[in-house]
Nanobody, 119 residues
């Protein structure tokens, strides 16, 4: 059973940056596709980025060019670097693991970390 834990959320001003981390126990993340999702108040959860086990990546258009997903397999970590943050990026951010980014339902989820973008 893979257990995921996110960290790195917090309060940041518009235009600022945060780096979210996703670590795992019970499994090696290098063998999984890892997705980052977010859910804003009153909105549905949306997938914003995903990294396949071969490290190929994909992004939601609204974060493309601002967010970067990366892996450190030696540390069993996946990161989401978020730059040029906007107020509309405010949400709870989750990492999740699956066999592939194309999988509709991801198998394992973290508990989420809150990101607030506000002046």
């Amino acid at each position: 059973q893979v257990q995921l834990v996110e960290s790195g959320g917090g309060l940041v001003q518009p235009g600022g940056s945060l780096r979210l981390s996703c670590t795992a126990s019970g499994g090696a993340l290098e063998y999984y596709a890892i997705g980052w999702f977010r859910q804003a108040p009153g909105k549905e959860r949306e997938g914003i980025s995903c990294s396949e086990s071969d490290s190929s990546t994909r992004y939601l258009d609204s974060v493309k060019g601002r967010f970067t997903i990366s892996r450190d397999n030696a540390k069993n970590m996946v990161y989401l670097q978020m730059d040029s943050l906007k107020s509309e990026d405010t949400a709870v951010y989750y990492c999740a693991a699956a066999s592939t980014c194309w999988q509709y339902h991801f198998d394992y989820w973290g508990q989420g970390t809150q990101v607030n973008v506000s002046s």
